[in-house]
C-alpha cells in the first residue's frame, strides 16, 4: 500500500526559512517524479514544485521558483522541499504527492500533509 | 489566477448527473485529471487523462471532453458525493502544473 507521510512543517517568522521532508512506502519511490501541492487555509490547490525520477530535473510554479528548491533521496525514500524567504502568501498545507506514471501526468496518491505557518 | 475556469458551484439532487466543467484553451487540454477533496482530507484522484479512472473508482464517475471543456460527470449522485471537485493539468505552454479553482458539489 502506498504511503505518504509528510513532516517538518512549522510556524516561522516572514523572511525565515523552513525544510520539510516526505516520507515515501508501499511503492519504487525511485522510479516517480514527486510533487509538492499546496493549500491555503480556505482556498485551492496550488502546485507548488515537481522533481523527476530519472534525470533529477526540477519545475517550480513562478510563486516559488528562487526561494523553494526540491530534492529527494531514492537510497532513504525521502522528498524536501526547502524553503527560504518566506512570506505569508507561503502559509498552507503542503502535500507530497506521487506522479501517477512516467506517461500520465496525474498525481494519483497523496499524503496528509503538513502545515506550514508563516507569521508577519 | 488560473489557466483553467471551473464553476464555484454545482447543485444536484440524489441521483441525478452531476456535470463539473473545466474550461480552457483547446490546444491545452490535452490530458486533464480531476480529483475530489472532502472536507478535511487530502485529495483523492478520480479521474486522468479525460477518461480514465483510477483502480477503487466507482463507474459513476466519468469524464467527457468537447470543444474547448472538459467535464466530470458523477451519475447516480450520493450524499457522500459531497466535495470539492478540483481539475488539472500540466501546462506546455507555462511549463507548469495548474489547478482549477475549484467546484463544491452540493448534494440537495
Known amino acids: 500500500e502506498v504511503h505518504l507521510l509528510e513532516s517538518g512543517g512549522a510556524v516561522v517568522q516572514s523572511g525565515g526559512s523552513l525544510n520539510i521532508s516526505c516520507e515515501a512506502s508501499?511503492?519504487?519511490?525511485?522510479?516517480?517524479?514527486m510533487n509538492w501541492v499546496r493549500q491555503a487555509p480556505g482556498k485551492g490547490l496550488e502546485w507548488v514544485a515537481g522533481?523527476?525520477?530519472?534525470?533529477?530535473?526540477?519545475d517550480y510554479a513562478d510563486s516559488v521558483k528562487g526561494r523553494f528548491s526540491v530534492s529527494r533521496d531514492n537510497s532513504k525514500r525521502l522528498l524536501f522541499l526547502y524553503m527560504k524567504n518566506l512570506t505569508v502568501d507561503d502559509t498552507g498545507l503542503y502535500y507530497c504527492?506521487?506522479?501517477?506514471?512516467?506517461?500520465?501526468?496525474?498525481?494519483?496518491?497523496w499524503g496528509r500533509g503538513t502545515q506550514v505557518t508563516v507569521s508577519s | 489566477s488560473h489557466v483553467l475556469t471551473q464553476p464555484p458551484s454545482v447543485s444536484v439532487a440524489p441521483g441525478q448527473t452531476a456535470k463539473i466543467s473545466c474550461g480552457g484553451s483547446?490546444?491545452?487540454?490535452?490530458?486533464v485529471h480531476w480529483y475530489q477533496q472532502k472536507s478535511g482530507q487530502a485529495p483523492v484522484l478520480v479521474v486522468y487523462?479525460?477518461?480514465g479512472r483510477p483502480s477503487g473508482i466507482p463507474e459513476r464517475f466519468s469524464g467527457s471532453t468537447s470543444a474547448n471543456t472538459t467535464t466530470l460527470l458523477i451519475s447516480g449522485v450520493e450524499a457522500g458525493d459531497e466535495a470539492d471537485y478540483y481539475c488539472?493539468?500540466?501546462?506546455?505552454?507555462?511549463?507548469?502544473?495548474?489547478f482549477g479553482s475549484g467546484t463544491k458539489v452540493t448534494v440537495l
Open positions: 504527492v506521487k506522479k501517477f506514471s512516467l506517461e500520465v501526468d496525474a498525481f494519483d496518491f
Open positions: 508501499g511503492f519504487d519511490f525511485g522510479s516517480y517524479a
Open positions: 522533481l523527476r525520477s530519472r534525470d533529477y530535473w526540477t
Open positions: 483547446a490546444t491545452e487540454l490535452i490530458s
Open positions: 487523462d479525460n477518461f
Open positions: 488539472h493539468m500540466w501546462s506546455n505552454p507555462l511549463q507548469q502544473y495548474v
